[in-house]
Structure formats: structure tokens, C-alpha cells
């Protein structure tokens, strides 16, 4: 669907004011797709970004510190998101042995199986865009997003 046609609008500023609120849009547009996928598993779209950033680490423990500089949301409280998933016995938060003021954080066999779960429908919806996009329309609009960035 157009961007004119669900912002009901005939004309932009600029295609530069057009292509910004369409990223803008789409945005939001994609992760309530995915949280339609995560919400029957009791996660958010942040908590699993947590997930997926301590499966990385296959079995080494990340800190916090590390867990939020590779966050998709920069202003997410990792400490709090964390302690959610710590809870739920997704995590484990360990205090270092060699230094007391160090927290190493893991995966459980829980939370990787519960990622392995997940896999499917995010797959699924992942692969609902290939029905709008080739895969070169989507390694371009990648690159395209990549470049916009700097």
C-alpha cells in the first residue's frame, strides 16, 4: 500500500520528507509484525534482542555494558530487560569471581530453547516479505538503508 494512500496525503514536501516518513512508517509497521510474533511467548521485541545478542556469545558471558552498545534500541534499559528475562529463567546473571563489581551474563538451555521455538514464525514473517521483494530488491533496499545512514 502507498504511503500517500494510509497518511492520506496527495503531496510531500519533498521526496526526501516522503522517503523519511515512509522509513518511519515501515518501521513501526515491521516491528509490530514482530511483536505479533513474540507476543504469545511472553517476549518483547527488546527482550529478545537480549536473547539473540547472548546466543552470539555461544556460552561466554556478556555484561551489560557490552548487551547495550549492541542493542537495536540505543535507550533500552538492558538492566531492567535483563532482570525480565532473569526472572522468566532465561538468563543467568553471575557475579565475577576476579572482579565483584562485574555482572556476566548467559543464556539458559530455557532461553536458547525458547529462541530455537521462536525461530519458525520469525522465519515465517521474515519470509513474508519475499513475497512483496526479490531478494535483490531486498539487499538493495539493505544497502539503501545502510547508505542513508552513513
Not at 65 to 92: D, W, Y
Request: net charge positive.
Amino acid at each position: 500500500m502507498k504511503l500517500e494512500d494510509v497518511l492520506k496525503m496527495k503531496k510531500f514536501e519533498s521526496e526526501y520528507h516522503r522517503a523519511t516518513l515512509n522509513i518511519i512508517y515501515s518501521g513501526i509497521w515491521l516491528l509490530e509484525q514482530v511483536n505479533s510474533v513474540l507476543k504469545p511467548y511472553g517476549l518483547s521485541d527488546q527482550q529478545y534482542n537480549v536473547l539473540r545478542i547472548l546466543r552470539g556469545q555461544k556460552g561466554k558471558p556478556a555484561n551489560l555494558f557490552s548487551i547495550q552498545e549492541r542493542m537495536i534500541h540505543p535507550m533500552s534499559n538492558a538492566t531492567r530487560l535483563v532482570e525480565k528475562l532473569r526472572l522468566k529463567g532465561l538468563v543467568k546473571r553471575e557475579i565475577c569471581e576476579k572482579n565483584r563489581r562485574k555482572v556476566e551474563i548467559t543464556i539458559t538451555k530455557k532461553g536458547l530453547d525458547l529462541l530455537d521455538e521462536i525461530q519458525p514464525a520469525i522465519t515465517k514473517s521474515e519470509n513474508a516479505m519475499a513475497t512483496q521483494l526479490s531478494k535483490k530488491e531486498a539487499a538493495q533496499l539493505a544497502d539503501l538503508l545502510d547508505k542513508m545512514r552513513g
